[in-house]
């Protein structure tokens, strides 16, 4: 126990530093630059990840520039039961989902073959094939990408939190006084922006691997098309008589997990709750009937909307600069 200790103190602190380092050196895989019109997938094997705790550290590095600048003190809210979320002065928080980490290491304890052992687990958003958190969010902020990435575009996001109500796991976390809200309604619209896993989407697009892919010492995760990550899932799965999560809840996701123990097991071992999610078993939330139905009448008022709010910000943001060039 105590060298499996300094071997994670020994990681996080040295081999951390050198991976983030060089997280902008290493290029995609070729496979994964000529999927840009597909479905891009991450399979994470269980197995290898030892907890360092690197992938979070270069995520937080990596993602610095998007995470939310509050404006203090906030504005009241009406009604008043809408609550300020605000992180602002715990950024340092990594045992959990907050607006500024949003890949955190989730732990659990379970016995096998008669031996307690402890697996970690990477945990952030799922990027679901057929996202609610994008289907029903009535601004149009969140969105899925032709790649398969969900993004949330905190330019027009209102934090009305739909996508975190909508998500099966609650992943995406608000951060108050931040964002399109403060400029139109700030007493009575939305209370922030919602932030999430958007898979360095950015990196992705310079032909980049995202970070906690690239400065991980184990390899614990990979990326590549999803019908590619799927074979390779089944093939480890097979080898050691494992299991699979991510393939078919809620209607498919495209962060794939490898475990030799049950899910329905680690599930019950792990910490669960504001900003640590579940691993039960999920049905395809948009599956339902009154989903779909509410899913088209939003997506008319939805892109309306967001289109209104890219119009606003280009606006706000062009006479910004003729401001400064007087």
């Known amino acids: 126990m105590a060298n499996e200790i300094s071997r994670r103190l020994f990681i996080k602190g040295g081999l951390a530093a050198i991976g983030t380092v060089g997280a902008?050196?290493?290029?995609?895989?070729?496979?994964?630059?000529?999927?840009?019109?597909?479905?891009?997938a991450t399979l994470i094997d269980i197995r290898k990840c030892i907890g360092c705790e690197a992938c979070v550290e270069a995520c937080q590095e990596v993602n610095e520039p998007k995470f939310p600048e509050p404006e203090k003190p906030f504005p009241k809210m009406y009604p008043s039961r809408v609550k300020v979320s605000d992180w602002s002065d715990e950024r340092d928080v990594m045992d959990r989902l907050t607006p500024y980490n949003w890949l955190f290491i989730q732990e659990a304890t379970v016995t096998v073959n008669g031996e307690e052992q402890t697996f970690t687990i990477p945990r952030r958003c799922m990027h679901c094939q057929n996202p609610p958190?994008?289907?029903?969010?009535?601004?149009?902020?969140?969105?899925?990408?032709?790649?398969?990435?969900?993004?949330?575009d905190a330019d027009i996001c209102l934090g009305g939190?739909?996508?975190?109500?909508?998500?099966?796991?609650?992943?995406?976390?608000?951060?108050?006084?931040?964002?399109?809200?403060?400029?139109?309604l700030p007493a009575f619209a939305g209370n922030g922006v919602m932030y999430k896993c958007d898979r360095c989407y950015d990196r992705l697009e310079q032909g980049e691997l995202p970070a906690c892919i690239e400065v991980c010492p184990e390899n614990v995760q990979k990326i590549g098309p999803r019908d590619e990550i799927i074979k390779e899932a089944h093939a480890i799965a097979k080898?050691?008589?494992?299991?699979?999560?991510?393939?078919?809840?809620?209607?498919?996701?495209?962060?794939?997990?490898?475990?030799?123990?049950?899910?329905?097991?680690?599930?019950?071992?792990?910490?669960?709750?504001?900003?640590?999610?579940?691993?039960?078993?999920?049905?395809?939330?948009?599956?339902?009937?009154?989903?779909?139905?509410?899913?088209?009448?939003?997506?008319?008022l939805a892109g309306a909307v967001a289109a209104l709010g890219k119009f606003y910000k280009f606006t706000k943001n062009d006479n910004g600069s003729e401001e400064s060039r007087k």
């Open 24 to 40: 902008s050196s290493l290029p995609l895989p070729a496979t994964v630059r000529g999927a840009t019109q597909g479905a891009l």
């Open 133 to 152: 958190c994008a289907d029903l969010c009535p601004w149009g902020a969140a969105r899925k990408l032709k790649n398969g990435i969900t993004r949330i």
């Open 161 to 184: 939190s739909k996508c975190k109500a909508v998500c099966p796991w609650h992943i995406p976390e608000r951060q108050t006084g931040v964002g399109l809200y403060m400029d139109i």
């Open 239 to 300: 080898e050691i008589n494992g299991h699979i999560y991510g393939e078919k809840e809620n209607g498919g996701t495209n962060t794939i997990y490898v475990s030799p123990v049950p899910f329905e097991e680690l599930n019950k071992a792990m910490e669960k709750g504001p900003g640590k999610p579940h691993m039960k078993p999920v049905e395809d939330s948009m599956a339902h009937a009154d989903n779909l139905a509410k899913a088209m009448v939003i997506a008319p």
